[in-house]
């Protein structure tokens, strides 16, 4: 923004504070100087504005759930099409019809705030789904999981772009941290609108391990919600094998081998069945 000139921009998205409430509706035209800008910074919604300038519609949106369901489908080979069909079919039902994704788009928000975050939240919810299933949770419960697997980074948009941007091990200690907060962000975001508890915890937990190791409450063992360890399992696998950029991806097998090596953190019953979407013999 030049110094001195004012912006007019014309919000296409919802925009939401740390506390999951609208500050700026859909639809509205604003005007911004240097002195509305560094307000709009120091409450946290300056990126989400300048992120969503760009019209994300419905139709673009399907297909980058298509074209993300197809692309994680060829990984899976061991896993039968009618399983994962009926994943996929969950997770765009509550996607694109369920009332909490209509009343609050924050799946769009995510999409243009940080789009490896949307992709890599639909791989996280197949994976749960069908670790869930597989694992024998009721129906209501599975739904839930997808739910809480579909929103369980909804708290990086309160992230600044920059640091979203770096690779793990770029991060300095201040930018880790402020990272890290995405967990509790996320769950003062939908505070606003009523989601399973089920799914707000796995929210709140899902970077948690079993020997304390994570965050940010470093819960451990049983004080980690089950529902939220398996999407937990499912987001780790997927950041290790597809993350932002090629230097930071790990051969599929290896991840695999790491984290059945490390039964200290991840539950080893959960792990196998991860294992079986890979390898028929298992």
Not at 64 to 85: C, G, P
Not at 128 to 147: C, D, H, R, W, Y
Not at 218 to 232: D, M, P, R, W, Y
Request: net charge negative.
């Amino acid at each position: 923004m030049i110094k001195g000139k004012n912006e007019k921009i014309l919000i296409k998205n919802d925009i939401y504070d740390k506390y999951g409430r609208i500050y700026i509706t859909k639809g509205t035209h604003i005007v911004v100087d240097e002195e509305r800008k560094e307000f709009f910074q120091e409450i946290g919604i300056w990126d989400q504005i300048r992120g969503i300038e760009a019209a994300f519609n419905r139709e673009k949106e399907h297909k980058l759930f298509q074209d993300e369901t197809m692309k994680i489908k060829q990984r899976y080979h061991a896993v039968d099409e009618k399983s994962f069909n009926k994943a996929v079919t969950l997770i765009s039902d509550i996607m694109f019809e369920d009332d909490i994704f209509k009343k609050i788009p924050y799946l769009n928000t995510l999409a243009e705030y940080a789009t490896w975050y949307y992709t890599h939240s639909i791989n996280v919810a197949i994976t749960s789904v069908l670790l869930a299933e597989n694992l024998g949770f009721s129906k209501t419960v599975i739904k839930e999981i997808a739910i809480g697997a579909l929103l369980h980074d909804i708290g990086v948009i309160f992230v600044d772009q920059e640091i979203l941007e770096k690779i793990e091990w770029e991060l300095n200690e201040e930018e880790l941290d402020i990272k890290k907060k995405h967990c509790v962000l996320g769950v003062k975001a939908v505070k606003a609108v009523r989601i399973p508890h089920i799914s707000e915890v796995i929210i709140e937990q899902h970077h948690e391990k079993l020997d304390g190791s994570g965050y940010p409450m470093q819960l451990k063992g049983e004080e980690i919600l089950s529902e939220a360890h398996i999407v937990g399992i499912a987001d780790t696998f997927d950041t290790k094998t597809t993350y932002k950029s090629k230097v930071d991806k790990n051969d599929i097998n290896e991840v695999l081998d790491e984290m059945y090596n490390l039964p200290e953190r991840y539950n080893q019953e959960y792990i196998k069945v991860l294992i079986g979407f890979f390898h028929e013999d298992v």
